[in-house]
């Protein structure tokens, strides 16, 4: 299915629904609104749960010509929380379930030439026909259109969708890439035919078969080749090829589709995980697809922006708890190197038949959504910490190996013992809460398995709720949840029964009233709900190696009242420096090594103790921390005694911004003393003013949290056809 035609612009929107909305021209002069779309903006915290639960409706208007009106018409919607009917020029059309699955939906029966007129009614209640919907859910999940909607204008027969399966035989690539042909025509003898092209565009492959195709929808594999001089995808050089690939009849090509795909042997074994035959520990985090005030209305820059921000932390693996998620985040996680455990949308509950039917549809639409990214190492086809149902998990199983039966199928569970169906036995281990001491900090597997033989094994959370953390705690609080996170960090890299841990989790989140603070947020992120790291995030990116960023980062705010009883230490740097010293009362105090606390990580924390209680009544000083690498010293870190908020550092992230969409751009805004360090306690407001085609999201007006904030600014769309570049002046102070 190629020519996409990107329907994001343009659409009318208004809370509530009546019959009358179907009537053409009903929404005539309204005010325009563009996807991403949410159905209602939220504060930052303390609102309702119930605040986006609601029926509301979408209108957009199109034209066919007379040409198009002799095709196929197909729309798809990428993401509607969580349930939409689809009306066409006043008649129904159509309707899906399910808030984090595609919809394609055929509506050439109902079009004509000329203004057509398209109707949306989407239901954003928690309904319990629905997964993850029925009982408590630790997360929001909003409401409206807030993936991509495209149109697509097709011949009778086409590509509806392209599996590029492969196997690897020693160094051998052999493909045999499988089509789905949707043919509404009679049968004829078509030709499927790819070009297999590197990142430089040079094609390396072209292969053309030729097949009987049959009215309706049918699956045509094509018989196996060896592909040749193809370099294999991996975490440290994510190798990637294009496929391009089309259909003819005896005469004209009638459909291309393209993919992207990469070449790799992933293997789940009990004594851990291997990439392309090589030992590899996964690191990842959970990360949920919220963010302030839009909740999940953000589209390709700021979902692509998270898989960044996992890379530069150093992490190799992410899980998209607990649903599918955008297919610009896993695209980057193909490009950076990320391997994704991508799971069907659940919470610990099970519902009725209708509720089960949409699981089991949610794991076929996940798998034919997004078989082709290489970085997807597992489905997860278990409901997140849902009990055991044997019955449906053997059919979840079931059809996620029929479909792919090249990946490994994982579910999570909190149950030890439970049924195991799946390939890997994924679990999350809290045994830490309790524990937190160096060597019960994760369960060896068969405590958990209740097997009398080891498995593929995996940890899928640890810490969140253990610890909730916030930004503005205090820095006693900071520091242990750090060295939670080290200690579980260093066993899960140290144990060899296990393909890794992921931790819990990447950034705070909206939430129900039934969890979180009470303010409607988990504080229970390495980093803000604004993407700003806490000290835990830098225990990740301090275990980075040298050669590709030296890390010097102390996790304290250097301030003699700030702990009980005015100690300054002990407190811990993260770094890979082989050694540091540090410099407190205008002196040196001091050499401080690894600390053997963390045992296991390549650069275990550092730990700064010294005794000052006998110095509280000699002045404070500046303090200094030198980091040496091989004998050398490469990095320095000052605390000013006398610190005072001097000025905002702003860190902008494009200068350019699409205006063919609605594209964003992230400002992080750091209030900081003389030496650049946050003034964390500062209590201000800031206020953020647009000028020109762009909208702010969130408030006006805002505060600082922990000393920072982050904010978003969109792209006011003015143009479909053309990338017309909006260059917009900095922030005004
Ligand atoms: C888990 C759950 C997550 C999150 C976490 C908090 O049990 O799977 O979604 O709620 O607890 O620690």
């Known amino acids: 299915m190629e020519n996409r035609e990107s329907w994001n612009l343009h659409w009318h929107f208004t809370e509530g629904f009546s019959e009358d909305m179907l009537i053409e021209g009903f929404f005539d002069g309204a005010p325009e609104i563009h996807l991403p779309h949410t159905v209602k903006e939220l504060p930052y915290n303390y609102f309702s749960h119930e605040a986006t639960a609601m029926i509301s409706t979408y209108e957009r208007s199109f034209c066919l010509s007379d040409e198009e009106l002799l095709k196929r018409s197909v729309v798809e919607f990428e993401g509607v929380m969580a349930y939409f009917d689809l009306y066409i020029n006043g008649k129904y059309a159509g309707s899906h379930k399910g808030g984090y699955s595609r919809a394609y939906m055929e509506i050439t029966s109902f079009v004509k030439s000329g ?11 928690e309904r319990d026909d629905i997964p993850p919907f029925g009982f408590v859910i630790d997360y929001l999940t909003y409401g409206g259109i807030y993936r991509d909607v495209s149109f697509y204008s097709l011949e009778s027969a086409y590509i509806a969708n392209l599996f590029f399966r492969y196997d690897i035989e ?22 499927l035919c790819y070009s297999l092209s590197n990142s430089d565009g040079n094609i390396i492959h072209t292969e053309s078969q030729t097949f009987d195709i049959r009215s309706g929808k049918s699956t045509i594999v094509m018989a196996k080749h060896q592909l040749e001089g193809l370099k294999l995808w991996d975490v440290d050089k994510p190798i990637l090829y294009d496929v391009h690939a089309w259909i003819t009849d005896d005469k004209n090509e009638l459909d291309s589709h393209d993919v992207r795909v990469g070449f790799r042997i992933t293997e789940c074994r009990p004594d851990g995980f291997y990439l392309n035959g090589k030992y590899t520990k996964i690191v990842g985090m959970n990360r949920h697809q919220s963010y302030p005030y839009i909740g999940y209305a953000m589209g390709r820059r700021a979902q692509q922006a998270d898989a960044d921000i996992l890379k530069e932390y150093n992490f190799n693996g992410v899980r998209t708890s607990h649903y599918m998620q955008s297919r610009y985040f896993l695209d980057r996680c193909d490009e950076l190197g ?23 549809q949610d794991v076929k639409s996940m798998i034919e ?4 990214h290489p970085s997807i190492f597992m489905w997860g086809v278990r409901l997140n910490e849902s009990g055991d149902d044997d019955e449906l998990y053997t059919k979840t199983n079931m059809i996620a190996h029929r479909f792919d039966p090249s990946r490994s199928t994982g579910g999570v569970r909190y149950m030890q013992g439970s049924s195991f169906l799946e390939d890997v036995y994924t679990y999350n281990d809290f045994c830490h ?21 080891d498995v593929p094994y995996m940890v899928t959370e640890y810490m969140g709720h253990t610890f909730p953390t916030k930004p503005f705690d205090n820095e006693k609080k900071r520091d242990e949840h750090a060295r939670r996170h080290a200690r579980i960090l260093a066993r899960t ?41 806490k000290y835990a995030a830098w225990v990740y990116r301090s275990q980075k190696p040298t050669s590709e960023e030296i890390i010097l980062q102390p996790l304290t705010n250097f301030a003699r009242g700030e702990k009980d009883l005015n100690g300054i230490t002990p407190f811990l740097v993260a770094t890979n420096c082989d050694y540091i010293e540090v410099f407190m009362y205008g002196r040196s105090v001091g050499y401080y090594y690894p600390s053997d606390k963390f045992f296991g990580l390549p650069h275990p924390l550092i730990e700064v103790t010294f005794d000052d209680s006998t110095m509280w009544n000699i002045p404070w000083q500046d303090g200094k921390v030198i980091g040496y690498i091989n004998g050398e010293p490469v990095a320095e870190y000052c605390y000013a005694r006398d610190a005072y908020l001097q000025r905002m550092n702003v860190k902008q992230e494009t200068d350019v911004l699409s205006t063919a969409e609605v594209d964003t751009c992230r400002f992080e ?6 030496y650049s360090n946050p003034c964390e306690y500062i209590n201000t407001v800031f206020h953020f003013v647009t000028e020109g085609d762009l909208e702010l999201i969130g408030p006006e007006y805002t505060a600082p949290i922990g000393g920072h904030i982050a904010f978003w600014v969109k792209s ?14 900095r922030i005004k102070e």
């Open 115 to 125: 203004k057509n007129t398209m109707i949306v009614v989407v239901d954003s209640h």
């Open 170 to 191: 020693r160094d051998t690539i052999n493909s045999y890439p499988e089509f789905v042909i949707d043919n509404n025509g009679a049968p004829f003898k078509g030709t």
């Open 338 to 360: 990320i391997l994704v455990f991508e799971e069907i949308p659940g919470w610990g509950h099970l519902g009725g038949d209708e509720f089960k039917k949409v699981v089991l």
């Open 369 to 372: 959504t997004d078989f082709n």
């Open 433 to 453: 809460a309790d524990d937190p001491g160096l060597d019960n900090v994760q369960l060896d597997q068969r405590q958990v398995t209740r097997l009398d033989r």
């Open 493 to 533: 890299l140290l144990r060899r029964d296990s393909l890794g841990s992921f931790g819990w989790c990447a950034f705070d989140y909206n939430t129900h009233g039934d969890c979180g603070s009470g303010d409607k947020i988990c504080y229970h992120g390495i980093f803000d709900m604004f993407r700003i790291p």
């Open 669 to 674: 805004v750091k209030l900081v003393d003389q």
């Open 716 to 729: 006011v769309p003015t143009n479909l056809a053309n990338v017309c570049q909006a260059f917009f002046k």
